[in-house]
């Protein structure tokens, strides 16, 4: 089956560390997302990516890293810059950044807690 | 520019009976629409989308959705409420921001048994 998968599930950063969230889909899909989502709230955009070896800054890109090197993967690493990193990770795909019906599919979601 | 309000942050209400869920949109051209329920530790699932064809929307587990322009509304119902539909649901807009989204805070259901 088509999918995005995020991994781990669970992570743990101690201070100071960097740490690195997988996200691969089988979608066949151009663009890519990170969001950050905190406890009872809503989405933030931290990066995005229309096409294999270009991304962007979202809105809260600092203290977050990221790459595309190839169409299927977009990992974010999240930095010892990052000063309040906990929280749920989730990594979403689209045929194309924008458009009138642009679809966004999710990921499973990934949490990252400092301990 | 975009906007989306959800008029509820929670909605309770009893097993097998209806739920509402109101959003309500601003947009500067005719927008697309979607809901997406998420529910604990999950990433979020698309429920239904409205993109111009008709106006009322059917979605997955019953759910559908009404886009009425005049009201600039595209509230999510479903005929009877089921224990499985406990979850956060985020009502979304086409346009604003970077990822050519605008997402709502998101209403909690709450289903009672």
């Known amino acids: 089956d088509g999918g995005i998968t995020q991994s781990p599930k669970y992570l743990f950063r101690k201070e100071g560390q960097n740490v690195t969230l997988s996200c691969e889909q089988n979608?066949?899909?151009?663009?890519m997302y990170w969001y950050r989502q905190d406890p009872g709230q809503g989405l933030r955009l931290i990066y995005y990516?229309?096409?294999?070896?270009?991304?962007q800054k979202g809105d809260i890109a600092e203290g977050y890293s990221v790459s595309r090197e190839k169409k299927e993967s977009f990992p974010l690493t999240v930095t010892s810059a990052q000063k309040n990193p906990t929280a749920f990770y989730l990594c979403?795909?689209?045929?194309?950044?924008?458009?009138?019906?642009?679809?966004?599919?999710f990921g499973e979601g990934s949490w990252l807690t400092v301990v | 520019a975009q906007s989306v309000t959800q008029l509820d942050s929670h909605v309770s209400v009893s097993e097998g009976t209806p739920v509402l869920l109101r959003c309500n949109y601003s947009s500067s051209y005719s927008p697309s629409l979607f809901w997406y329920v998420q529910h604990p530790n999950k990433g979020l699932q698309l429920l239904l989308k409205y993109t111009s064809a008709a106006t009322l929307v059917k979605g997955i587990n019953g759910f559908e959705a009404e886009f009425k322009k005049s009201e600039t509304s595209f509230h999510l119902t479903k005929p009877s409420a089921h224990m499985s539909d406990a979850a956060e649901y985020f009502c979304?807009?086409?346009?604003?921001?970077?990822?050519?989204?605008?997402f709502g805070k998101g209403t909690h259901l709450i289903i009672q048994p």
């Open positions: 990516s229309q096409i294999v070896n270009d991304f």
């Open positions: 979403a795909s689209s045929t194309q950044l924008r458009g009138r019906g642009n679809t966004i599919y």
């Open positions: 979304v807009v086409s346009g604003g921001g970077a990822d050519g989204l605008t």
């Open positions: 979608l066949n899909h151009d663009a």
